[in-house]
């Protein structure tokens, strides 16, 4: 169980550059460069403009695209439970990684963000093939865990009493011998920790798994922890399946239940009754049933593996007004009972207000703005999340007129240079259009990128 500090996702200059057909050396950068931490049992919003990256985000995260640059690690399951093949092959090579690290040459900073989120301050070793053995023993210990897991999981299903037995034996065996693999590497980081540079590695060792490292083989296992509500209900749901098949599809795959097992029925109900589906439905088709409905069906088909992190996008965009709210507080049902995280993607700042804990505004491949949701709707800081929140319908009379942004979003081929919004921006200066602003806290938990309000704000602290 992850404490409230510890976020469920960490995302550190995430890029995705998609290359221009026909056109050599030319990318859409449809994601340049993200730093984002997701929190367990939140809601994150991510609101901006249609093509500013919202939706690439997402589908990067779950690995549907592989990242062009950048890291998005998971800390909802440990090495320990899936020991990814990545860490073996970055051990069985670390002599000359480590050796290249040394030699200051061009692939030196390279080898050492492979090296450092596995072993941290060993890397301070003079004997740098002693860690490398004992974390190598380590990493077969874990292997042999995770084996055992799964074949008691297998068990489990089977309701053999013999089989259990059996399983739970060698997944006593395999964690006795991992604890042990693990003292004797923390036994070498207490002789090392007097080092001075001991710390400055030893904050950068990751217990999560990087998603992007792992092998396709590898990741549908944890397609199970990350899931995905689609847009259109219409196009996302097999016209040739019935609801129960499609519900029953991720369950099968992900072997929640043995085969012919009858508690797979009953769970499926349970689900479509948790999603607002009557039992009667399961043998009807998609063409059968409403908007609202194929959405609930697609809702239930996510659920239905038992996921931790799951991304909305725009999961209420093609629904009417009125079912929108009746799907909005079924998201909120489910999360407050499964203990669920959303990343909620939408261009509706009503909607976004309504569900999320926290809001990310992004623009052009980059987030400009990130606070807590109440903080965000009552200060916007940056220019473009002022103008976004002044286009809200409302019937205030009070309310300032809307903020017209003047011209076409840039192209994300050749993004301007400096702050991209600068073309677009009614504070623009001369510092805008050549040097790219910080992404700065302004006051606790509220980040923005933009000089002028960066320069307004020092003066106002002074």
């Not at 200060?379 to 076409?408: Q, V």
Request: charged letters at 30%; glycine letters at 6%.
């Amino acid at each position: 169980m992850l404490d409230s500090q510890t976020p469920l996702i960490k995302i550190r200059g995430l890029k995705q550059h998609f290359p221009v057909r026909g056109k050599k050396g030319l990318f859409v950068k449809a994601n340049d460069g993200i730093d984002l931490d997701i929190f367990p049992g939140e809601t994150f919003g991510l609101v901006g403009e249609s093509g500013c990256g919202k939706s690439t985000l997402g589908r990067v995260l779950l690995q549907l695209y592989h990242p062009t640059a950048g890291t998005a690690i998971y800390y909802g399951r440990t090495l320990d439970e899936t020991a990814p093949s990545y860490v073996e092959e970055t051990l069985k090579h670390l002599p000359r990684l480590f050796e290249s690290w040394k030699s200051g040459g061009p692939k030196s900073q390279s080898a050492y963000m492979e090296m450092v989120p596995l072993l941290g301050g060993l890397l301070v070793s003079d004997n740098i093939e002693e860690a490398q053995t004992l974390a190598l023993a380590r990493h077969e210990a874990s292997k042999k865990k995770a084996k055992a897991l799964e074949q008691l999981r297998e068990a489990q299903m089977s309701e053999s009493a013999a089989r259990i037995k059996e399983a739970e034996a060698k997944v006593s065996k395999s964690d006795k011998d991992t604890q042990e693999a693990e003292a004797s590497l923390e036994d070498l980081r207490k002789k090392l920790e007097t080092h001075k540079d001991f710390q400055t590695h030893e904050k950068l060792r990751e217990t999560g798994i990087s998603l992007e490292k792992l092998k396709y083989s590898e990741m549908r296992k944890l397609r199970r922890d990350l899931q995905l509500i689609f847009q259109d209900p219409y196009s996302s749901l097999n016209p040739r399946m019935t609801v129960g098949q499609i519900i029953s599809e991720g369950i099968k795959t992900h072997k929640l239940y043995g085969q012919n097992d009858e508690r797979q029925q009953e769970y499926i109900f349970k689900v479509m009754e948790d999603c607002g589906l009557s039992n009667y439905m399961i043998h009807r088709y998609p063409h059968q049933f409403s908007g609202g409905q194929r959405q609930r069906i697609g809702i239930a088909r996510s659920v239905a593996v038992k996921p931790k992190f799951i991304v909305c996008d725009e999961a209420v965009s093609a629904l009417d007004v009125s079912i929108q709210s009746q799907i909005l507080n079924l998201l909120q049902e489910l999360k407050e009972k499964e203990n669920l995280t959303y990343l909620f993607i939408s261009h509706d700042l009503s909607v976004i207000k309504y569900v999320s804990d926290r809001i990310g505004v992004m623009y052009l491949g980059n987030i400009v703005e990130l606070s807590k949701a109440e903080d965000l709707f009552r200060n916007p800081i940056h220019p473009y999340t002022e103008a976004l929140l002044s286009a809200i319908p409302t019937t205030d009379l009070d309310k300032k007129e809307a903020i017209i942004l003047e011209g076409d979003i840039p192209s994300p081929i050749n993004p301007p240079k400096g702050c991209k919004f600068h073309t677009r921006c009614r504070y623009c200066e001369d510092i805008c259009k050549e040097a790219e602003p910080e992404y700065l806290e302004y006051e606790p938990g509220h980040f923005a990128a933009c000089h002028v309000r960066m320069r307004g704000h020092v003066q106002e602290k002074a």
